[in-house]
């Protein structure tokens, strides 16, 4: 294969990708949603039409109106504003989280696909023992452990995430290793750690962006479960989760403040996992 051919051919797949996502309606779907879940907890201070700490006893429990659109809660608060400061919480929580986890797994997995041996075994055995506990569970126990905040949570939901990163890369890195490059490559002499950076990272990298893509959905929920057991955001400072425990005492007088915060989660854990699930299928080697 020619220079020009080579050069080619990786902006071919990548056409080929952007257009095998843009043609499955689910994940353009999911894109979109996730979109306009990040511009409104970016743009809340913009969006929002009241102070989401500001409390009005003449204003308690106020059905949606057009001064308040999704109504008021137990201290009057407008729950419009407070679900757009709440999607800064969950927003954060599911990238910054999902960063931490693939920080410290995705090495870890590197390492023990490429090295194999007593390293392999070392943090296969760590991992598994981690896997055995429910991700839910650890994550409690985590934040309890750290005290309840919001980057505590944080750090929680990371750590208890990083297991699924390190099988994940540990499997991808025992495929590549064994291609025909890699073995070139060490015939050649290169140092290890150049094969891994340059020749197995960026083969075993699209697998862990869709996981990634995922599992933020799952560290949304967990921040918001974490929050609704008062281990993440403190008050006053909204969140979905402190939302739905605060509503849990007035569905039947104020059902608006629980429809809305769940209906949140709802939509951004959807639009995650339908674009996650997009990704997936277009970066499919097989189809590439």
């Not at 939901?157 to 490059?181: C, H, M, N, W």
Request: proline letters at 7%; charged letters at 10%.
């Amino acid at each position: 294969m020619s220079v020009q051919a080579e050069a080619i051919a990786p902006r071919r797949r990548f056409g080929r990708t952007v257009t095998k996502f843009f043609s499955n309606r689910s994940a353009v779907v999911g894109g979109l949603t996730v979109l306009i879940f990040v511009l409104l907890a970016v743009g809340a201070p913009v969006f929002a039409t009241h102070d989401p700490a500001q409390t009005s006893f003449t204003t308690i429990r106020h059905a949606p109106s057009p001064e308040f659109w999704l109504g008021t809660d137990e201290l009057g608060r407008d729950v419009y504003s407070r679900l757009l400061y709440g999607a800064r919480a969950s927003m954060l929580a599911g990238v910054i989280s999902v960063s931490i986890a693939l920080l410290v797994g995705v090495p870890f997995g590197l390492v023990a696909g490429f090295y194999g041996g007593w390293v392999d075994a070392a943090v296969s055995r760590v991992t598994e023992a981690m896997l055995a506990i429910p991700f839910l569970i650890l994550a409690i126990a985590l934040a309890a452990f750290l005290g309840p905040s919001l980057s505590n949570a944080m750090i929680a939901i990371g750590l208890s995430a990083t297991p699924i990163f390190v099988r994940l890369t540990r499997g991808q890195a025992l495929a590549v290793k064994t291609e025909d490059y890699v073995e070139g490559a060490r015939a050649i002499g290169l140092p290890n750690l150049l094969i891994i950076t340059r020749y197995i990272f960026p083969n075993v990298l699209p697998p862990i962006v869709v996981q990634a893509t995922i599992t933020i959905a799952t560290a949304i929920i967990a921040e918001a479960s974490l929050s609704f057991l008062g281990l993440g955001q403190q008050p006053p400072s909204p969140s979905w989760g402190s939302m739905l425990n605060t509503a849990k005492n007035f569905m039947s007088q104020a059902p608006w403040m629980s429809i809305f915060p769940g209906g949140a989660i709802f939509l951004v854990v959807l639009g995650f996992n339908l674009l996650g699930d997009g990704l997936r299928d277009a970066l499919d080697p097989r189809d590439n």
